[in-house]
């Protein structure tokens, strides 16, 4: 029996008792769609304010005493306009919310201050919608209710029936004759190892683990806590990725390299990072003011202002921590420059060798096929010039040996340069130790006549 119903048979308003939401039917978040197009999640609880929370009709009205409403509308993520979000939430939110209400929760960049007389505050990134690095979280606060507007889904964000926790069961290894994923066998829950994986990204519990909030200040800690853990659970996935991108360039070739160089996958991956900064400089900017707003209001508590506190020093930490990983990401971007210049050079260097082969040849070849007098060699009915062919082919060696000689020298240069050091190092070292071996000598013929000279 849901709560609406329950308001609607009570005429004189008394509350009648309602039964904690493990022992009703678990129902599935609402689906909205509207004319304008997308798919809108909505979410909507009531808490009594003793730890125990119940699904509730959208129907946004506020609690009563010490009860409080919290609804959630989640936006699709998609190829899709400002302006259709906005039209969305017009659809789900109006009435009883204004368009200035509306305005306040869907613009972009940071926002914090009072709207209609409720809090309201947003970290909305500008970024295109569709992007996994694109973060919008909004919050209107009042006294006895919250609405929220989230971009996607948000991990640990809504609540569940306590004892339905994956985290709770008992694991046991998988083998090979399981079917599926999770199969209960003998006396723990087989998991794979891709859930082993998303588990091992995970920086919170699920939501059959979080605490049930008592007050709208816990409520408005936990929204700004699960936000900032879906930021931790990208760089943590952003470090995984990056350390198996860097094993694989230890381990690869060629083909590898060239093919993340033909993908742009770290001038990628470093616009990303740069969007994903900008997530959190926006709540560097606001959360402190919501901290500040929230610590002058009676009904919120002041640990919960000590938690937002701690919230802050998380994100600045969250900051340092995805400039390391921007730093990572421009070093392996500058070693593969590098690697892709060398690889140039070589691919001149060869070139400038084959220019260096053929160009006195061609000169030679251009010379000797002038079609005017007086080329030497080039008289066909004279027999004392039968060997101009000879002469001309021994000209062409003795100039490609000489250029040869010439693009070698360096390079034979350095390496006599070398031999001689060698063997001067050679001679004083054998020199050293002959005079070494001479003063031992002498000192040893010293000590048998008694002193030893110092």
Request: proline share 5%; net charge neutral; charged share 25%.
């Amino acid at each position: 029996m849901e709560l609406a119903d329950e308001l609607q048979t009570n005429g004189e308003g008394e509350e009648m008792d309602r039964e904690p939401l493990p022992e009703l039917p678990r129902r599935e978040p609402h689906l909205y769609r509207n004319h304008f197009g997308g798919t809108v999640r909505r979410k909507a609880y009531i808490f009594d304010g003793h730890g125990d929370f119940y699904n509730k009709e959208w129907d946004l009205t506020e609690g009563r005493g010490n009860e409080f409403c919290w609804y959630h509308v989640e936006l699709p993520k998609g190829p899709q306009k400002l302006s259709q979000s906005a039209q969305q939430l017009i659809g789900v939110l109006c009435p009883p919310l204004k368009l200035q209400d509306i305005l306040s929760l869907v613009s972009n960049g940071p926002f914090c201050g009072h709207v209609n007389g409720a809090l309201v505050f947003r970290v909305n990134s500008p970024g295109p919608p569709a992007s996994d690095f694109t973060f919008r979280i909004a919050a209107r606060i009042t006294e006895h209710s919250v609405i929220t507007v989230s971009l996607g889904r948000v991990p640990r964000l809504g609540f569940s029936p306590v004892g339905e926790s994956l985290l709770s069961e008992i694991p046991s290894v998988e083998s090979p004759t399981n079917l599926r994923g999770e199969q209960k066998e003998r006396d723990g829950i087989v998991i794979r190892e891709h859930v082993l994986e998303f588990l091992l990204t995970m920086n919170h519990s699920e939501e059959a683990d979080n605490p049930v909030p008592k007050s709208v200040s816990n409520l408005v800690v936990h929204i700004i806590d699960t936000h900032v853990d879906h930021l931790q659970d990208v760089v943590t996935k952003l470090e995984i990725e990056l350390d198996s991108i860097e094993l694989e360039l230890d381990k690869g070739g060629f083909a590898l390299k060239k093919q993340m160089l033909d993908d742009r996958r770290f001038p990628k991956m470093h616009l990303n990072l740069q969007r994903l900064l900008q997530v959190i400089a926006h709540g560097e900017q606001v959360f402190p003011r919501v901290k500040e707003k929230c610590s002058t209001k009676q009904w919120f508590s002041g640990e919960d202002v000590n938690s937002l506190e701690e919230l802050t020093g998380r994100l600045r930490r969250l900051k340092d921590n995805v400039g390391f990983i921007a730093n990572r990401v421009t070093a392996i971007q500058a070693g593969l420059d590098s690697w892709q210049a060398e690889q140039i050079n070589k691919k001149l260097y060869y070139l400038s060798f084959l220019s260096i082969v053929f160009l006195p040849l061609s000169i030679i070849t251009g010379v000797f096929g002038m079609n005017v007098g007086g080329v030497p060699w080039t008289e066909q009915n004279d027999p004392t010039l039968k060997n101009g062919f000879r002469n001309v082919m021994l000209l062409c060696i003795f100039m490609l040996l000489l250029a040869l000689l010439c693009f070698s020298f360096p390079a034979l240069y350095s390496r006599i340069v070398t031999w001689q050091r060698r063997r001067i190092l050679r001679r004083s070292w054998s020199l050293n130790r002959k005079s070494f071996i001479s003063r031992t000598h002498g000192i040893g013929v010293q000590e048998r006549r008694g002193y030893l000279r110092l």
